[in-house]
């Protein structure tokens, strides 16, 4: 018993320490190409960035991770354990997200591990509503089969049915166009399964290779932060690049501490998207970014992607 409890408060310490490495770091500044920017509109800030002129390798995509968990679980029992988000995906959308995380389990209803929530129709939904209200504006649909799930029967021709109009054939000569150069088609739709055969090119969802990450497991920010960079600088620079890569501005609980709600979790880091974006300038990997997600994403969070965009179309980064 001594143990743990020592084990515990050793524990807590680390993760104090880590939380004052990010906050001394901050001090280094948060300043970068576009960082004062704000969109006026953001339920069509890529609009407002000029279709013709933005390429889809120059945008800094605002994502959300384990995005349809608004109402998951039972509120104040389960639902503080996996909600990752408080917002529809719709309000999201509405919000500037442009990509979405969506998991799966063979009934087709969201989950996030065990728990679970409603329909993926509610998700489809919600986008095809956000579609119908915007003109210009590309998102990124993830849906994968959740880790100890089976895949949901001939899931992919239900997703050709319910989005084929809007959904963007799988080619890597997508990243090089335009915004304007894609329409009326709005959505890469990802689908990752498990078992079932990966889309093939030029079917209209994409595979699992064109959206790549590198989960780092931990609930200790500073961590993270650093992973979070060292994996980025992994990868060539976005102009050279046929594939999306994410970096998730997220850490989440773990068994062997006592907090295991995801929200005092992912607060310890959930502040330092402009630093993290500003360390990138700083190491000179900025022109790797592309995909930044983030849980409970903010007005905030969204600013500093399109800050940078916009940046980024000017010929400023």
Same mark, same amino acid.
């Given at each position: 018993?001594?143990?743990? =409890?020592?084990?515990?408060?050793? *524990? *807590?310490?680390?993760?104090?320490?880590?939380?004052?490495?990010?906050?001394?770091?901050?001090?280094?500044?948060?300043?970068?190409?576009? #960082?004062?920017?704000? !969109?006026?509109?953001?339920?069509?800030?890529?609009?407002?960035?000029? @279709? +013709?002129?933005?390429? /889809?390798?120059?945008?800094v995509w605002p994502g959300t991770?384990?995005? &349809?968990?608004?109402?998951?679980?039972? @509120?104040?029992?389960?639902? !503080?354990? $996996?909600?990752?988000?408080?917002?529809?995906?719709?309000?999201?959308?509405?919000?500037?997200?442009?990509?979405?995380?969506?998991? =799966?389990?063979?009934?087709?209803?969201?989950?996030?591990?065990?728990?679970?929530?409603?329909?993926?129709?509610?998700?489809?939904?919600?986008?095809?509503?956000?579609?119908?209200?915007?003109?210009? +504006?590309?998102?990124?649909? +993830? /849906?994968?089969?959740?880790?100890?799930?089976?895949?949901? @029967?001939?899931?992919?021709?239900?997703?050709?049915?319910?989005?084929?109009?809007?959904?963007?054939?799988?080619?890597?000569?997508?990243?090089?166009? #335009? /915004? $304007?150069?894609l329409l009326p088609k709005r959505?890469?739709? =990802?689908?990752?399964?498990?078992?079932?055969?990966? !889309?093939?090119?030029?079917? @209209?969802?994409?595979?699992?290779?064109?959206?790549?990450?590198?989960?780092?497991n931990t609930d200790l920010p500073?961590?993270?932060?650093?992973?979070?960079?060292?994996?980025?600088?992994?990868?060539? !620079?976005?102009?050279?690049?046929?594939?999306?890569?994410?970096?998730?501005?997220?850490?989440?609980?773990?068994?062997?501490?006592?907090?295991?709600?995801?929200?005092?979790?992912? *607060?310890?880091?959930?502040?330092?998207?402009?630093?993290?974006?500003?360390?990138?300038? &700083?190491?000179? /990997? &900025?022109?790797?970014?592309?995909?930044?997600?983030?849980?409970?994403?903010?007005?905030?969070?969204?600013? &500093?992607?399109?800050?940078?965009?916009?940046?980024?179309?000017?010929?400023?980064?």
């Amino acid at each position: 018993m001594g143990s743990q =409890v020592s084990k515990q408060m050793e *524990r *807590r310490k680390t993760i104090h320490t880590e939380k004052k490495v990010l906050s001394d770091l901050k001090t280094s500044g948060e300043e970068y190409p576009g #960082s004062e920017y704000r !969109p006026e509109d953001r339920k069509n800030w890529m609009s407002g960035l000029n @279709p +013709e002129k933005l390429r /889809i390798n120059q945008i800094v995509w605002p994502g959300t991770h384990d995005s &349809a968990t608004n109402k998951i679980g039972i @509120p104040l029992v389960t639902r !503080p354990f $996996a909600q990752c988000q408080s917002l529809s995906i719709y309000r999201q959308l509405v919000l500037g997200t442009r990509v979405v995380d969506i998991r =799966v389990q063979e009934n087709r209803r969201i989950c996030h591990g065990i728990l679970a929530t409603y329909s993926v129709d509610v998700v489809l939904n919600d986008l095809k509503k956000f579609l119908s209200e915007t003109e210009s +504006e590309i998102i990124i649909l +993830e /849906i994968r089969t959740e880790y100890g799930h089976e895949d949901p @029967p001939e899931f992919d021709k239900y997703l050709e049915e319910q989005l084929g109009e809007f959904l963007i054939p799988q080619d890597e000569g997508v990243f090089g166009k #335009s /915004i $304007a150069e894609l329409l009326p088609k709005r959505v890469i739709c =990802v689908w990752k399964p498990r078992k079932s055969a990966q !889309p093939k090119a030029g079917s @209209p969802l994409w595979s699992a290779g064109f959206l790549k990450d590198n989960w780092v497991n931990t609930d200790l920010p500073s961590t993270k932060f650093d992973a979070n960079l060292k994996h980025l600088s992994e990868h060539p !620079p976005v102009t050279s690049r046929k594939y999306f890569y994410r970096v998730e501005n997220t850490v989440t609980p773990v068994a062997d501490n006592p907090v295991l709600c995801v929200k005092p979790v992912t *607060r310890r880091i959930h502040g330092y998207a402009r630093l993290f974006i500003a360390q990138c300038f &700083a190491k000179a /990997i &900025a022109d790797r970014l592309q995909v930044l997600s983030t849980d409970f994403i903010d007005q905030d969070f969204v600013d &500093a992607c399109v800050g940078l965009t916009h940046a980024r179309v000017e010929g400023r980064a």
